[in-house]
């Protein structure tokens, strides 16, 4: 048995409010004989440093969002759309105090 206390717990909020498929940009998009049927991330799309905050875009200040996660940021504002999205989409319970309880 394992218990914590004081742990802050992180609680992510996903409301999706719109079909984000239907809104991918083209360079993301992942089709099935023609149909959208996922939309990757600009990172996974380019695997470039300034869309995956790696290399020189490693911190807060060198990685702001970037036109691609604006616009999931704009139809899902509460979820995470990059890797520093924490101020908008992390969410925290401070002075508390939680009993997690593994297996008892």
Known sequence: MA???GLHLLLFSFIIATDLNANCPTD???LDGGNVVACKSACEAFNKPEYCCTGPFNKPETCPPTDFSRIFKAAC???YS??????SSTFTCANANYSITFCP
């Open 3 to 5: 218990t914590f206390s």
């Open 28 to 30: 993301l998009r992942v």
């Open 77 to 79: 504002p509460r979820a």
């Open 82 to 87: 990059y890797a520093y999205d924490d101020a």
